[in-house]
């Protein structure tokens, strides 16, 4: 090993915590990723602590600082300081790698006593080779620094099959990150998904976004609820669409609603919304309790109506009809293949994109739920019928995940789709990317069932207890590593990776720069 | 002022006599409709005729009303649709338009920077303005549109029309409108008036930006879906618009084709036999004289062959009653029975083997070499027979033959055995 490439030696500690001495000059980071050579293997070691060490006993360097402090023409030095004060640094193994076939392992053993240590290179990071379907989502970073060779790339059907949670508080990165892994997925059509975009960030309407991918025009489809730019779709959903199941889990409607609403939907099928609309209840019934409107309460009845009226933007015109004025959901004619065309999309491996950022929280979990239910049915069909394997893996794309897999909605309401595809999904190749700042909300059990976690930034000792509870690598000693994490910068954990990552996300803007733009083909002929 | 507006006319499909006494007569219904109601123009944007080049008969009724109504001064605009279209001009589109009985409205011109640049036909008495895109089979004029250099065209003034052939996504009314289309949003916007093609269903709509778009739908029967549609009550004709500087009305001319009725079974879960006898008792209860009959069969057999459904006997009774034609549809037929289920295997002939092998026990003949494995190694040949490509310079009266003798020959069979 070069001497000057080294940056510390084993001096003591034990497994999972092993002390090292810094070598002057170097300056080692939290995070700092080293590596120890051992006899035809060498171990890749994390930094997730620093301290100081000293030879000389606490009270007498107090008392120098006394001596400079309060004496201030005398200024005391330690003799040959560099021996006698350092740094220590506590690190862990995170893998060790096989020089002879390139094999990752989990590490067992720990590194050789006295040992010295370097600081990791590209080269000991050959073994991250991209290999098909895969999807990129930053280069390996060691404390801040960044290695530009060593990329991660990770299997898309397994990661997506098995939920991606991208825990994150505001600032931290996670559109650029979200936006990084779908440039990356529009690639290919191996992976189809459904993106519920709050904030009408990731199409780039008014900026760079995904439609500036190369492919963007064959495997994005992007629908927005009005004034859709050229080429996008109309985001409009027609009432008869509906069925009362896609309100469990979003809406709060008792059990004797939820029964009046199966209860119009078994009379009236497709049109049950606007039948149980026309009911009319008048205030006089309201008070007379016996008094009640097929088998349900006048009561029940006008909060059915009163919850339907606020959420579907439901009005009554002067011919008694039920309209909608809502600006995605519509009474007419239109919209009727809406959901069917999106799960078609999703099936063929495009990705879908919703601008949800005009409706309400629950219109938009409504949407979202509409669409996923018919594509997690879809799904399960495929696998009665032996196509599943044909199919791509489908990944529905939600913010604020709380909303629909937080405990106090899974406890106070039934379970909704989200719950089940995280639950259920990945047996059908359907999962769930969940972004959220606070993850401890979310139950273990689902929390357990996420399988990747790209975890971004959060200085929220809770939700990185959380997190670090329900990674896939022991994380127990990076509490202060997440708190730290500068913008851009996350750790994975996931069952598809050898070691927790360190990875730096890179720019979208630099990678939508980066992407050598199509050549031209010249005219094109019309006839 | 007053256009009108047809679309999706598909002369030369029929091929049955009497529907295609039906298909020129609606035709030449609407044409005098359009004379005599005084259009100053008319639009047909797309599938005038069902292929490019149609049989002699279609073109030798179409050129003769074509000529009434250049005669009656009326211009008519068009573009291509994706069953009449052709590369290289060697449609009949292109005849009628060399003689001067149509115009075609797409004016188009390809930049160097890859966009596409439209200019805009000019209606001599109304001044209205109208440009145009042909539509092609399976979407590929998409690209046009999003080449399409719409600052130039959204930013003309006066009365435009905007012609095009091809599905609108935000216009589909049905589930199961599968194929290909496009979003509105790809259409220039701000032009008074959008004549849609390819919709077979008049579909009326306004959306920001996009007042009219319409789709006059078939005026009878493109497809033969369209014929079911009719007889489920589909009104079909054309769409008549009165406009100034902006459209006052857009109404709906309806042409009565045909009479019909709809035999309508449902399979599930039922045995041939049962299926049989409704259809018998169905086909008594209906007076099928002069007119179109469609029978549907749909759902899924509990046991036995979708061929033991036997519609011969209803038919051959049908025709005894001068039914003008019996369409049978069996598509959405299956049998439990006979599903195939699929196979896994490392190539090809693996695949089809294991394919065979799953499948062949649900088969009951009382032929033993068509069961087990010698069944599986007859189908095995049998498909690679029936898989031979044409030979170079062969025919396509050799190579029916040809196949079909090696096919039957495989099977022990003579051609004359019936």
């Not at chain 1, 008048?282 to 008094?291: F, H, I, L, N, V």
């Amino acid at each position: 090993m070069d001497e000057l490439s080294i940056v510390g030696q084993v001096v003591g500690g034990s497994f999972g915590d092993v002390v090292i001495r810094q070598k002057a000059g170097t300056d080692l980071e939290i995070g700092d990723l080293m590596v120890s050579e051992e006899n035809g293997s060498f171990l890749i070691l994390q930094v997730f602590a620093l301290e100081y060490g000293s030879q000389i006993q606490d009270k007498m360097q107090q008392m120098m600082s006394g001596v400079n402090l309060e004496q201030g023409v005398v200024d005391a030095n330690f003799y040959e300081p560099d021996f006698v004060n350092y740094v220590l640094a506590r690190i862990k193994p995170l893998a060790r790698v096989f020089r002879e076939n390139g094999d990752v392992k989990i590490p067992k053993s720990l590194p050789s006593f006295f040992n010295k240590l370097r600081l990791i290179g590209k080269d000991d990071l050959s073994f991250l080779q991209k290999e098909n379907d895969q999807i990129f989502v930053g280069h390996i970073r060691s404390g801040s620094k960044v290695i530009k060779e060593a990329e991660v790339w990770l299997p898309a059907e397994d990661v997506f099959s098995h939920h991606v949670l991208i825990p994150a508080t505001t600032g931290r990165g996670k559109s650029n990150l979200v936006k990084t892994i779908l440039w990356h997925v529009l690639d290919t059509n191996k992976v189809g998904a459904l993106v519920l975009d709050a904030h009408d960030e990731y199409f780039g309407r008014t900026g760079v976004g995904l439609k500036d991918h190369p492919r963007a025009k064959d495997n994005m489809v992007y629908y927005t609820p009005s004034n859709p730019p050229v080429g996008a779709n109309r985001l409009t959903i027609n009432l008869q669409t509906i069925r009362p199941e896609h309100f469990e889990g979003i809406v709060d409607f008792s059990d004797p609603q939820f029964q009046a609403i199966r209860m119009a939907h078994r009379q009236h099928r497709e049109n049950w919304i606007q039948e149980l609309m026309r009911v009319n209840v008048t205030p006089m019934e309201m008070g007379a309790d016996t008094r009640r409107q097929g088998d349900f309460a006048a009561g029940t009845m006008m909060v059915v109506q009163r919850k339907l009226r606020l959420i579907l933007s439901l009005e009554v015109d002067e011919e008694q009809v039920i309209v909608s004025r809502h600006e995605v959901f519509d009474s007419t004619t239109r919209g009727i293949t809406t959901v069917d065309d999106i799960v078609r999309d999703i099936e063929q491996g495009k990705v879908v994109v919703l601008d949800t950022s005009r409706l309400g929280d629950e219109a938009e979990l409504l949407v979202g739920n509409i669409i996923a239910s018919k594509l997690l049915q879809k799904y399960k069909d495929a696998k009665a019928t032996g196509e599943l394997e044909r199919k791509p893996v489908a990944t529905i794309v939600i913010e604020e995940a709380p909303r629909v897999i937080g405990e106090d909605v899974l406890t106070s309401r039934n379970d909704n789709i989200y719950s089940t595809i995280a639950k259920e999904g990945r047996k059908f190749k359907v999962g769930l990317t969940a972004i959220t700042q606070l993850s401890s909300v979310i139950p273990k059990t689902i929390l357990a069932n996420m399988n990747t976690k790209i975890i971004l930034g959060n200085e929220m000792k809770q939700e990185r207890e959380a997190i670090i509870a329900s990674a896939s690598q022991d994380l127990s000693e990076d509490d202060k590593n997440i708190a730290s994490l500068d913008k851009g910068e996350a750790i994975i954990t996931s069952i598809f990776v050898p070691f927790a990552m360190p990875i730096k996300i890179p720019l979208f803007e630099d990678i939508v720069k980066n992407r050598a733009t199509e050549v031209n083909t010249g005219k094109t002929k019309v006839f | 002022m007053l256009f009108a507006h047809l679309s999706d006319i598909h002369l030369g499909f029929q091929k049955n006599e009497s529907l295609q006494k039906i298909e020129q007569q609606v035709f030449e219904k609407a044409m005098d409709e359009c004379i005599s109601r005084n259009v100053n123009f008319i639009l047909i944007p797309g599938d005038l005729f069902h292929v490019n080049i149609p049989e002699m008969r279609v073109q030798k009724y179409a050129f003769a009303k074509f000529r009434q109504v250049h005669d009656a001064g009326i211009p008519i605009y068009v573009v291509y649709g994706s069953h009449d279209f052709s590369p290289v001009s060697n449609s009949v589109i292109d005849l009628l338009s060399e003689v001067g009985y149509i115009t075609k409205v797409t004016k188009a011109t390809s930049n160097e920077n890859d966009t596409i640049s439209l200019d805009f036909l000019i209606d001599e008495k109304t001044g209205a303005k109208i440009a145009g895109l042909s539509g092609l089979k399976v979407g590929k004029d998409r690209e046009w549109y999003e080449k399409l250099d719409r600052d130039s065209l959204e930013a003309e003034s006066g009365f435009k029309i905007f012609l095009f052939h091809g599905g609108i996504s935000d216009m589909k009314t049905e589930s199961g409108m599968d194929g290909d289309h496009m979003p509105l949003s790809l259409l220039p916007k701000g032009f008074s008036y959008y004549a849609g093609g390819h919709m077979h269903k008049f579909n009326h709509q306004s959306f920001d930006g996009y007042p009219n778009v319409v789709y006059p739908g078939t005026p009878f029967a493109g497809y033969h879906a369209d014929l079911e549609d009719n007889a489920n009550g589909q009104k079909r004709g054309f769409v008549l618009v009165e406009f100034e500087d902006t459209v006052k009305s857009v109404d709906f001319v309806e042409i009565p084709n045909v009479s019909y009725e709809i035999i309508q079974v449902d399979a599930n879960n039922r045995k041939a036999e049962s299926i049989n006898q409704e259809l018998i008792e169905k086909t008594k209860d209906i007076d099928p004289a002069q007119k179109v009959v469609i029978i549907k069969v749909k759902g899924e057999l509990t046991s036995g062959k979708t061929a033991d459904v036997d519609i011969s006997g209803i038919r051959d009774e049908l025709n005894s009653r001068n039914a003008m034609m019996i369409n049978v549809s069996k598509n959405g037929l299956t049998s439990k029975e006979y599903s195939i289920t699929e196979a896994k295997g490392a190539n090809k002939e693996e695949i089809e083997t294991n394919v065979f092998s799953e499948n062949i026990g649900q088969l009951r003949f009382e032929y033993p070499e068509l069961l087990n494995d010698d069944g599986i190694k007859l189908a095995k040949k049998l498909l690679r027979e029936l898989g031979q490509p044409v030979l170079v310079n062969e025919k396509k009266n050799e190579y029916i033959p040809r196949i079909r003798d090696n096919a039957l020959a495989l099977l022990g069979l003579d051609k004359d055995d019936s």
